[in-house]
């Protein structure tokens, strides 16, 4: 067997709660890729963990999922998902260095991938951590052979559909995401990828369903699409709310500059007394000054705050994709930026995606 991931979805979520192992070897005995029934129990269980991530579930899956590879050292599929775990571990919350995060995630992938050279997962850590590190090729490469190896990998068709989203190709990220809830429709993250991507396209009913769907099991993050739609429906006040949500999921308060931003966002006469604003709140450098700088379509605090405070580039490039904000693809700090991640050189080599085009100069134009 190459690969676990085509019946763990089903079953994990029994694991977690508490399905007698004895039950798990008559029924899947023949899949069970380590001898050891109490590692095999705890990698079930960090994996349903990290379907239904958050900050506290990424956290105990580490846990349970050390232990599992502690227990069998042999375990290639246990390693993949401890590398899954640390890949993202910092994206809801900072809990440990971005450093020791992604040196242990390349660690745990390596060992997964040496153990089971054929083994998706693997392979799909890699591409992940190929994204982070603006190898762009290399990471469609890399979880293409992952989905290829494994068509019911739900990780690896997530995080292709991360790759194509970060570059600028959403009809083929919102393949990979419908793949990817097919796979794990529970998957509140899923439904929020998916709505991401439809809201990328302009399918803005698409997106809003989507998007609730996920809020509404547990992916709060999606309230940064939340908002974003409502900036569409020109509903400022929603718009506020949805900022001061994920605000307070950070541990910070928004204040009325908050507010202010979304006004001038519709009224550009009051975009300098905004300003002034937008500079107290970088230098307090709290994340009201991201939503300060998109809202005043101000491309070079936005690239000023993203560079200060190490914003990964799957974050960064979502926010600038968002329709409401694209104008800050046309000013020079967000291209320079675009330039030095070597998107440009991808797309130069790749294929242009169809918001984006070049020009007769060096230059291009997105819209």
């Keep these: 067997m190459n690969d676990i991931f085509a019946i763990q979805d089903e079953i994990s979520a029994a694991v977690a709660n508490s399905l007698k192992p004895r039950l798990i070897v008559e029924e899947f005995h023949r899949d069970i890729p380590t001898q050891d029934m109490e590692a095999y129990t705890l990698y079930l269980q960090g994996h349903q963990l990290f379907l239904e991530r958050s900050r506290e579930n990424i956290v105990r899956a580490i846990e349970y999922l050390e232990r599992a590879v502690k227990i ?7 390693w993949a998902d401890l590398a899954a775990n640390y890949t993202v571990v910092n994206s809801y919350g900072s809990i440990m260095d971005d450093k020791i995060a992604d040196a242990n995630a390349l660690d745990a992938a390596n060992k997964a991938i040496k153990l ?3 083994l998706a997962q693997g392979w799909a850590i890699k591409g992940y951590l190929n994204i982070k590190e603006l190898k762009w090729a290399e990471a469609r490469e890399a979880l293409e052979r992952a989905t290829s190896l494994n068509p019911r990998n739900e990780t690896a068709w997530m995080w292709l559909g991360s790759s194509y989203t970060s570059t600028g190709f959403f009809i ?3 393949n990979a995401c ?3 809830l ?10 929020g990828n998916l709505g991401r991507n439809y809201l990328m396209l302009g399918n803005i009913e698409e997106a809003r369903n989507s998007i609730e769907t996920s809020i509404a099991t547990g992916w709060w993050p999606a309230s940064i699409e939340r908002a974003a739609i409502a900036i569409i429906d020109k509903d400022r006040k929603k718009v506020v709310e949805e900022y001061g949500r994920v605000l307070t999921r ?3 308060s928004q204040d009325q500059n908050l507010t202010v931003y979304v006004d001038a966002y519709f009224d550009p006469s009051i975009q300098k007394d905004a300003a002034s604003l937008l500079q107290e709140d970088m230098e307090k450098d709290g994340f009201q000054a991201i939503f300060g700088a998109l809202l005043l379509l101000d491309g070079e605090t936005f690239i000023a705050y993203v560079k200060q405070n190490n914003i990964d580039v799957i974050t960064i490039m979502a926010h600038l994709f968002r329709p409401p904000f694209r104008p800050l693809l046309n000013q020079k700090p967000v291209q ?5 991640i070597g998107l440009i050189d991808y797309w130069q080599e790749n294929g242009w995606p169809d918001i984006c085009q070049p020009t007769e100069s060096t230059d291009f134009i997105c819209s």
Excluded at 72 to 78: I, L, M, S, T, V
């Design 336 to 340: 320079n930026y675009m330039r030095e």
């Design 72 to 78: 069998d050292p042999e375990f290639a599929e246990a």
């Design 250 to 252: 950070f541990g910070q």
């Design 116 to 118: 089971k050279p054929g």
């Design 178 to 180: 419908k793949k990817a």
């Design 172 to 174: 083929d990220a919102s």
């Design 182 to 191: 097919e796979i794990a429709p529970r998957s509140a993250l899923n439904h």
